[in-house]
């Protein structure tokens, strides 16, 4: 079975461009989960998606948003990006009605 | 006070011997509790789950739950040099989606 897919895997943006990063999800699976991984801040929740809809959203400012489609693939949007931005960005998906997650590769994105 | 904690170590062990690391959390509505395995430059693994209170095990490792005392703990036994990682301590603190709390993690190093 395949695992959780994320495309692209690395990313160089400039400050003030806006990136989007995809995420396909474990066959069956219909929630996915964003977290953003830095070495100051760790791991950190940015949303999570079930069924096209937001369920949970992390303290993060509105220029990050995300969407689910109808086959579970979900896109995370940054607008207005920052050099703080610069992090992997992980995302997990899970079993309807399970908690536990299971992590794709990531994106390492790159703000210069 | 942070959510989750965790020692960062390095928590150095000799191979063959068992490791173990510890976790404490703040909110007691937490349901449950993960172990996440993730080496240099990867993605988190998830290694192991635990959802009541006792022991749990999986091959050479044990995870115990206390929710009385607020704490998860992780068993490595015969601790070989493919663990030396960063062991992350996830927490899910509600009841309804997936939001999964990290610790800052534990980095461990099995010296042959």
């Known amino acids: 079975k395949a695992g959780v897919t994320q495309t692209p895997r690395y990313l160089i943006k400039t400050r003030g461009q806006q990136v989007t990063l995809s995420c396909s999800p474990i066959s069956g699976h219909r929630s996915v989960s964003w977290y953003q991984q830095t070495p100051g801040q760790g791991l950190q929740f940015l949303f999570e998606?079930?069924?096209?809809?937001?369920?949970n959203k992390g303290n993060f400012p509105g220029r990050f948003s995300g969407r689910q489609f109808s086959n579970s693939r979900s896109e995370m949007n940054v607008s207005t990006l920052e050099l703080g931005d610069s992090a992997l960005y992980l995302c997990?998906?899970?079993?309807?009605?399970?908690?536990?997650?299971?992590f794709g590769p990531g994106t390492r994105l790159t703000v210069t | 006070q942070k959510e989750v904690e965790q020692n960062s170590g390095p928590l150095s062990v000799p191979e063959g011997a068992i490791a173990s690391l510890n976790c404490t959390y703040s909110?007691?509505?937490?349901?449950?509790f993960f172990w996440y395995r993730q080496y240099s430059g990867k993605s988190p693994e998830l290694i192991m789950s635990?959802?009541?209170?006792g022991d749990k095990e999986d091959g050479r490792f044990t995870a115990q739950l206390n929710k009385a005392s607020q704490y998860v703990s992780l068993l490595i036994r015969d601790s070989q040099p493919s663990d030396s990682a960063t062991y992350l301590c996830a927490v899910n603190l509600w009841a309804a989606g997936n939001k999964l709390t990290f610790g800052g993690g534990t980095r461990v190093l099995v010296k042959p």
């Open positions: 909110d007691r509505g937490s349901q449950s």
């Open positions: 997990a998906s899970s079993r309807t009605g399970e908690s536990e997650q299971y």
């Open positions: 998606y079930f069924s096209e809809t937001q369920r």
């Open positions: 635990i959802y009541s209170n």
